[in-house]
């Protein structure tokens, strides 16, 4: 099913779709089968998930109204993924072979299954971290530091967390600064990460709003202090055909899919281009033109992330987030460099 599909049965609380996916709401943290019955939220605000486990190693919790972790699919594969998980959870390794379960993980959820185990450690980790502060400075010598050293080891994939998300940002800082473009106004916004929010547009103002609506429970702060400068430099410097790649540290949300795909955008070569279904195939996912093209579409980070250089199979631009003549005007540029 297609986004918009998943959303036209969630709006008509279909119940032919229970077990099919489930559906999250960035802004409760909670997750709901199609037909649950709670007051319909946002489609800004909503993402949506082959399996309820997907949407747990997300961050997020289940619907105490709808039970949506009960539901059960036709699907049997979908079937034998929940029960590996279910496994993997429990510190268990999975049953059954080995080669057919990594197939039916990558369909359904995109990624193996030691990707989805080493998910669950990385969000234990990050639990642990939370209630470091309760822990007495003994127990953490003995074990808690060790978890520090596997945090680390794994930050820079990590990106915000789903719950951080979830709470608009609450009780981080983000800075941004704004600077005149040939292509328009370019906004450019960190944590102290990395870069959560690369944006092109005619109004300064209208980008900053943009940007506190999606971070409203953050101190977003315009950058006076110069903090920001190199990461502008890097990206001014792209635009001018002075830096053809841009190996910036990020500080973004992606689910598994969002992750395989803007990775593999990023290793689209500067002055080429790809199709949606080229990128499908490229990440072992052949019938999920749609979904690539919603990843592309749902890019936070202009430019750092290229989804720009992501085209229609007969070479028609497509959409782009940020106006279409500046997709043609970026890819002209590169071209021409």
Request: hydrophobic share 40%; net charge positive; glycine share 8%.
């Amino acid at each position: 099913m297609s986004p918009t599909e998943r959303w036209q049965a969630v709006m008509a609380r279909d119940r032919r779709f229970d077990g099919a996916f489930v559906y999250a709401v960035r802004s409760t943290g909670i997750y709901c089968r199609p037909s649950c019955a709670s007051r319909k939220p946002r489609r800004t605000q909503v993402s949506f998930f082959p399996i309820p486990e997907a949407a747990e190693r997300e961050g997020f919790r289940a619907c105490r109204r709808c039970h949506p972790a009960d539901a059960n699919g036709s699907d049997p594969v979908v079937g034998l993924v929940r029960e590996a998980c279910r496994a993997i959870a429990a510190g268990e390794r999975p049953r059954g072979d080995t080669r057919r379960l990594a197939r039916a993980f990558k369909r359904i959820l995109g990624i193996t299954p030691r990707a989805y185990a080493e998910a669950r450690r990385v969000a234990h980790f990050k639990q642990e971290l939370k209630r470091r502060k309760h822990v007495s400075p003994a127990l953490y010598e003995a074990g808690y530091s060790s978890t520090s050293r596997v945090y680390e080891r794994t930050n820079e994939q990590l990106g915000m967390t789903p719950a951080t998300y979830a709470r608009g940002g609450a009780g981080i800082g983000v800075a941004y600064a704004t600077v005149p473009t040939s292509l328009g106004r370019l906004l450019v916004a960190a944590t102290e990460r990395g870069v959560c929010r690369v944006s092109l547009g005619d109004n300064a103002a209208a980008l900053a709003a943009e940007l506190v609506d999606e971070f409203p429970g953050a101190k977003v702060l315009e950058d006076k202090s110069g903090k920001l400068e190199g990461w502008v430099g890097a990206i001014l410097a792209y635009l001018d055909g002075r830096e053809p790649h841009l190996d910036l540290p990020l500080d973004i949300r992606a689910t598994a899919f969002q992750r395989q795909v803007w990775q593999e955008l990023q290793r689209i070569p500067f002055g080429k281009t790809r199709s949606y279904a080229e990128v499908a195939r490229l990440i072992s996912r052949p019938t999920a033109t749609r979904a690539v093209a919603q990843a592309c579409a749902t890019n936070p980070v202009a430019l750092v992330i290229p989804c720009h250089r992501v085209v229609k199979a007969d070479g028609d631009l497509g959409g782009y987030r940020w106006g279409v003549d500046r997709k043609r005007a970026l890819l002209e540029r590169e071209r021409g460099a």
